[in-house]
């Protein structure tokens, strides 16, 4: 079954430390791995995206790693903020482009919060 | 460059009615995307959307369905209503069908009373 698995579920972390959230995925073909910030009652926002070639990608203090062999990905942050606290989540894409298309598996997120 | 916009940010409703929602993508994209997200089953995907034409669908059942208009703007529609329709609708607009970057709407709280 093609799944996405997300971990921990939910985090609570101080103001400034740093925390790595996990993605581990069963699906295939795969095509690209995304990973979106939820802010509470907002859509998604694109954080990273990666291909089966890339094995990282920053976006300021967001970091994404991928390992395709394992199908693993994870998302660090560094130097925590009140505003990161949101929902955290996994999508992957997978499929064809041609004939059905792809397809995307959403995991059900980290629900991270950032504390004084 | 004007966001995703959604058409009604909020909308309440009874069972057995029907709804329709609204999405405008961002100018120039041509694909749009609906999820639905629950807190119990996370972000689902409903159906996509490229040049007026229904390209992928997920497992929702009929009464589900969705249509694009030559200007990329989408409507979704709900009929018969059911309390577990209660939910926050996505729509996600992209460039091309099946584009990496997708940028999503702020979405329509619908809820079924």
């Known amino acids: 079954k093609n799944q996405v698995e997300q971990s921990p579920q939910s985090l609570i972390i101080l103001e400034g430390k740093n925390c790595t959230l996990q993605?581990?995925?069963?699906?295939?073909?795969?095509?690209?791995l995304r990973w979106y910030k939820q802010d509470t009652g907002r859509g998604p926002v694109s954080l990273t995206i990666m291909t089966f070639s890339e094995n990282t990608k920053s976006n300021g203090r967001y970091t994404a790693t991928l390992d395709a062999d394992t199908k693993q990905s994870s998302l660090h942050i560094t130097a925590s903020q009140l505003s990161d606290s949101a929902s955290y989540i996994c999508v992957v894409t997978w499929g064809l482009l041609t004939g059905g298309g792809n397809k995307l598996t959403f995991g059900t997120g980290t629900q991270l919060k950032v504390e004084l | 460059k004007a966001g995703v916009t959604q058409t009604p940010r909020y909308l309440i409703k009874t069972r057995g009615q029907q709804v329709t929602l609204s999405c405008s993508p961002i100018?120039?994209?041509?694909?749009v995307s609906w999820y639905q997200q629950t807190p119990g089953q996370g972000l689902q995907f409903l159906f996509e959307?490229?040049?007026?034409?229904?390209?992928n669908k997920g497992n929702f059942p009929g009464r589900f369905s969705g249509r694009q208009f030559s200007n990329s703007r989408s409507e979704m529609n709900v009929s018969t209503l059911e309390l577990g329709d209660s939910a926050l609708y996505l729509c996600?607009?992209?460039f091309g069908q099946g584009s990496i970057e997708q940028f999503f709407g702020p979405g329509t709280r619908l809820t079924v009373l």
């Open positions: 993605c581990n995925y069963t699906v295939s073909p795969f095509s690209n």
């Open positions: 996600a607009s992209s």
């Open positions: 959307y490229f040049s007026e034409t229904q390209r």
């Open positions: 100018s120039g994209h041509r694909s």
